[in-house]
């Protein structure tokens, strides 16, 4: 497969203090009055980004499933640069330009796209699910492995069972179980779509696995394309 070469959008922040000033104006486009399309339905996308550190590299990864089916319709890989020093907050500034290089390069429309992270559960409530929502337009979604800062009650042991998460009374997303008795994940929105489009998004994406099956491959992917960049 050929990889793409990431290149900087115009005007990248190269600074904390402009980053969080992009961040603050992008914030107040995100879409959170739509439901999204239905689970199911169309295409579902996985976007996830590999690191190495000591050649300043940065590789991304799509792989489109068909919703219906999760069989695999197209994928994509990305390398480059890394753009942005690691800032606690600000980490899709490392990562929004690889991932933006990774969808152009589909062959086909992504449809809903999963991050594996957050959208709204952010402290600025704009991870990376919502910060790639805004820029492409695109419905998405964050399904995280750990609660980041927010605080939850352990949902019920059954699949399907859920509690919100919270940052203080705010809802900011759910933790959702995708398997019985095992850890939940942590679902948020990140752009046009609904909470529970995406918590029933991500039981249609975990047939099998507590993870989504989108992150599950678009996670194999992006450390095969590392290593064979790295090779």
Known sequence: MKTTTVSLPAGWPTTEERARAVQDELRMRVVLDEPGPPPGTGHVTG???AYDDERDL????AVVLDAASLSVVAEATAAGRVPFPYVPGLLAFREIPAVL?????????????????YGLAHPRRFGLASHLGVLTGLPTIGVAKNPFTFAYDEPGARRGSASPLLAGAEEV???LRTRDAVKPVFVSVGHRTSLDAACAHTLALTPAYRLPETTRRADALCRRALKEATA
């Open 47 to 49: 976007v996830d980004v």
């Open 58 to 61: 940065v590789v991304a990864a």
């Open 101 to 117: 290089a990774v969808l152009d390069a589909l062959p086909v429309p992504p449809g809903l796209v999963v991050c594996d992270g």
């Open 173 to 175: 997303g759910r933790a």
